[in-house]
């Protein structure tokens, strides 16, 4: 079941006015069923956004829905669960109240529910109804075997939401939403090819912004379908708030026209708490990062590798002159003991999760990549600093073939101007837990001194990655996959097709850990554990440009990680 109250931690809000935010995330709590049969009805509204479940535990589960009202005033809602679709013996009931104080949205925390057990709900309001539900609750004791569809990066205008489509169809314990459920940029180009403009169509900044984007996702029946099928376990990453997304600021968040990032960060995590089927934190110290116990075979634990606790992202712009970074002190910068991506309560508290693990696997939700990924260089400078547009791709293509000609040669054959290439490497994307080292490195170091069997799923790359994990000094802490976006352009869009799909290789063979890479397609990872065996596939649709697709089976990547000796094959 989830971990409720087990740890004290300091505080893990600073500068999102917690005190005030608090009661605000569990605003659209409604109870159970009084007895009472003075349920007079309401202002009239409509099931126009579905129904969804989440935050399983083995006694109960969070259900949600959301109410469009015929005019301003309260709603009065109704909720069932029942064993059977037909509801002809309900196991739960109850009543409460909506408005617009919390966007409409409706939340219960259904208990007393039975371990492992598949159940239906239902809402109602006057004469309307809701679509039907279907959760599932969390496996106690021994349990032979748990799987998942992991999914992350679902922007609107970019594409249909044929993935969520597929993850509907597939028979799962749960879906792991590992992040960016939306975006907050305003409308490009595809949006208006595919009729998919968003709204508002600008830059979100307010709550009510906030709020009109996510109705509008809602709205979305692929989306409707795979939150009516499976109970999801969330968390945000940076576009729920704003890109590159860090404790005190963001990318592209400017205080003089933006306003204070403050306020939009908490009105942007109220909206998000309002529509997502999580369990509202009772105390100040649960905000997103959570555990999740799948009986004896694994421990799910949920990240914040965004908001919380993350230092500002560092930029190799200010380590470079003249097109050429200073590797010494970028170096140093990356490696400093100093900077955070977990902050230093949700370390202590992961440490002390994966220290106290007696499951089979350890298992980590999270936002971006933990392993080692990266380049020689002058590829990096080519694609981060260097010049633009076809120039910068003509100088990367030149320094990844000089870097994969000199890697095919032992070190003995190559040049010294070529091991001179291949030791300049340096991570290619410092957003990820590579411009986070000091702390990356510990982390997979306490894994291997505590015995885990670490498997890592990410987000965030709108890529998939299958990559082993190591410590610095060499030994394997674990595995990770990375899993692609539901819609959101990947390599394609800066390296065009052709170009990404041949680099994948190439990036495998050039990244000392990584095993396999899909830099081109939409899809989403399913990942199925057993006591001794953990199987991955990455999936992928053939298009999200149209509601017409299949499967590409021929692009699946598959793999297999022995609890043994956690080798990636």
Known sequence: MTERHSLRRRTLLKGMAATSLLPLLGANLVGCSDG?????????????????????????????????????????VAWEVSESPDFDALIASGQGTTSAEVDYTVKVDVTGLAADQRYYYRFSSGDSTSPVGRTRTLPLGAVSMASFAVVSCSNFPEGYFNVYREVAEQDVAAVLHLGDYLYESGNGSKGAELGRVVEPPRELLTLSDYRTRYAQYRGDTDLQAAHAAHPFITVWDDHEVSNDTWSNGADNHDPATDGDFATRKREAIQAWYEWQPVRPPSALEEIIYRRFQYGDLLD????????????????????????????????????????TLLGEDQRAWLREQLSGSAAHWQVLGQQVLLGRYQLPAPIVEALTIGASGEDSLAAATTAVLAAVAAKNKSPEERSAEEQALLDSSIPFNLDQWDGYEYERDQLLRHAVDVGSHLVVLTGDTHNAWSTQLTTPEGAIAGVEFGATSVTSDGFENTLGEEAAELFAPLAASLIDDLRRANLMNRGYLYVEFRAEEVRASHRFVSTVQSRDYVMDDGGTIEHSVARADMRLS
């Open 36 to 76: 009472s049969d003075d349920f007079a009805p309401g202002v009239p509204a409509a099931f126009l956004h579905g129904v969804a479940s989440g935050d399983p535990l083995a006694d109960g589960v969070i259900l949600w829905t959301r109410l469009t009202p015929q005019s301003e005033g309260l709603v009065r």
């Open 300 to 339: 799910l634990l949920m990240l914040d590798t965004r908001i919380i606790g993350r230092d500002q992202q560092l930029d190799y712009a200010d380590f470079s002159t003249g097109g050429q970074i200073d590797l010494a002190s970028a170096r140093a910068a990356i490696g400093a003991a100093e900077r």
